[in-house]
């Protein structure tokens, strides 16, 4: 199917390769995307493998080699699933113990010492401890929610300036989540003491507002009880940060504005049971990796564009950024050969990318395929007519349609995922179908979905880098007079990082932290470089 075929065609294969999940409504279309049976019949053995490792997945077999850990994320809206009766109950426990606090938050039965009821709060964590929560929120928080929900996900001191300011005159009813698995993750670490100090300046104590979402025993764990928090949540270490949506990672941020997570938990089991369904053609899992493999040739050569045609579900693209790009973007295969595996993610939303970026997608270098979102259901209520018989939501669904076939006619791939509306059931089959669509690729194109060696690298090398700055002021404190940057770098024992250490000095310097330079700073091997005490 190298060229566009005629509508009957394409008629007929929308029908062949249309998904349907009835308990759902939820469509999905991968029929112009350009495979043929051959290539279906090439990969059933490897579809054949993929579903025998979710079977082995699921039940508990070791998938994450680097920590010697299970990897379960699918027990946790199954239960009965889990592999002993320990995870089953810890499962439901936090579940519960989630709903009752909840509750009590909204009652005011947990409120703040100087108010009645808490009335927003700080979600501080990184990567798919906020990624997931943030997505959750845009997508089904009510405009009236209970609390109103503010994120800090970096260690950007100016972005943590500007969440505090929001809230200035209400921190004393503003309650803060802080999600870390082990409790030493750089930023939610930082965060943490940014948000600590902020409490500290309007005397009040931190440990009254505070809850964790933390390992059992971690460094987190042991500091939130040695205080006091109000509450700590477990977070199971078989359940991974871009897979933890629905866990109390997820689900207890959910639960605080109000959004239905037991619906959440439900859509994604019912997806769950539809993508264990061994066959390609009537799983809709299997149908993405499907298409997907088909796009990238099995190497990633095509970029994946998520366009969902709702605003509710802008930062959808997003959240599959890091759950696909972290699960798949691999040097090794699970064989050591070097493969350099991945699938390049981005979007925005529709309309508004038809007037951005869709120009090139359509003319330009044809290096991608498009995930067009669909949302049948336009509002609550009726719609204004902005034309005769024609509404805006008239207008959105015809923009889906027009820019899906004007890119199909200039040889541009698409799949379309259509639900009835934005649910918590329809929010939560989407996680459940995108995590089992990466799991089956992945073992398709040989590589583990589960670990990330890559991220654990730049952590490293970042420390290497803060210790640096340690013993480069340190050696910059103790000289008598001006020096080099060579003559600093030997001084501090790294000859061979004056770069690093110059980018380091430049940075204390513009943050007036004890650094100065004397000398033409557009060439940096000329400066002198001295510490000037403040008095």
């Known amino acids: ?28 279309d ?25 079977r082995a997945l699921e039940a508990g077999s070791i998938a994450n080699p680097d920590e010697h850990r299970m990897v379960g994320h699918y027990w946790l809206r199954n239960p009965a699933l889990a592999p002993n009766r320990s995870i089953a109950t810890e499962i439901t426990t936090t579940i519960d113990s989630i709903a009752d606090f909840a509750q009590k938050v909204h009652s005011g039965a947990i409120h703040p010492p100087q108010g009645e009821k808490f009335t927003d709060l700080i979600a501080i964590g990184i990567g798919g401890s906020a990624l997931g929560p943030q997505f959750v929120s845009e997508a089904l928080a009510a405009t009236d929610a209970p609390l109103n929900i503010h994120f800090i996900d970096n ?28 409790g030493g993750t750089p930023e939610p670490r930082n965060g943490m003491i940014e948000v600590q100090t902020a409490y500290s300046a309007q005397n009040l104590d931190f440990a009254a507002y505070a809850v964790a979402v933390t390992g059992v025993g971690s460094h987190l764990d042991g500091v939130a009880e040695a205080a006091g928090w109000i509450a700590r949540f477990p977070m199971p270490d078989w359940v991974g940060g871009r897979t933890s949506e629905l866990s109390s990672v997820g689900l207890l941020p959910a639960a605080l504005q109000g959004i239905d997570i037991q619906g959440m938990l439900a859509g994604a089991k019912e997806m769950d049971i539809a993508t264990r369904t061994p066959d390609i053609k009537t799983n809709p899992a299997a149908l993405l990796a499907l298409a997907w493999y088909a796009s990238g040739n099995g190497k990633g050569e095509k970029d994946m564009v998520v366009l969902p045609y709702k605003d509710s579900l802008l930062l959808f693209s997003r959240y599959l950024q890091q759950l696909v790009m972290e699960s798949l973007g691999k040097e090794d295969d699970l064989d050591g050969n070097k493969v350099y595996q991945g699938i390049a993610v981005y979007g925005n939303k529709g309309s508004t990318d038809q007037h951005a970026y869709v120009q090139q997608l359509r003319e330009g270098i044809a290096n991608f395929f498009l995930t067009f979102i669909e949302v049948l259901h336009d509002r609550e209520g009726n719609s204004p007519e902005i034309d005769p ?12 349609q027009g820019t899906r076939q004007a890119l199909y006619e ?3 791939d698409s799949i379309t995922v259509t639900i009835p509306s934005v649910t918590p059931q329809t929010v939560g089959a989407l996680i459940a179908l995108y995590e089992r669509a990466v799991g089956l690729y992945a073992s398709i194109v040989n590589v583990n979905a589960y670990h990330q060696p890559g991220v654990e690298a ?23 007079a001006p020096m080099t940057l060579e003559e600093l770098a030997t001084k501090a024992g790294a000859p061979d990082r004056v770069e690093a250490i110059y980018k380091i000095l430049r940075h204390l310097q513009s943050n007036d932290r004890g650094v100065t330079f004397t000398g033409d700073v557009s060439k940096p091997g000329s400066l002198m470089v001295a510490w000037v005490a403040k008095g």
């Open 1 to 28: 199917m190298a060229t566009v075929a005629t509508g009957a065609l394409l008629w007929q294969r929308y029908q062949d390769w249309l998904y349907y999940h009835p308990g759902l409504g939820l469509y999905l």
């Open 458 to 480: 730049g952590k490293k090398a970042a420390a290497v880098i803060l210790q640096l700055q340690t013993d480069a002021v340190a050696a910059l404190k103790s000289a008598a």
């Open 30 to 54: 991968i029929s112009r995307m350009r495979f043929d049976d051959a290539l279906v019949s090439q990969l059933q053995p490897k579809f054949d493998r993929a579903f025998a490792d979710m």
């Open 410 to 412: 200039n040889n541009r």
């Open 155 to 182: 260690s950007d001191p100016a972005g943590i300036d500007r969440v505090l300011s929001r809230i200035h005159h209400r921190l004393n009813t503003t309650l803060v989540v802080v999600t870390s698995k082990s």
């Open 389 to 400: 018989g024609v509404t805006s939501g008239d207008y959105l669904s015809g923009f889906l």
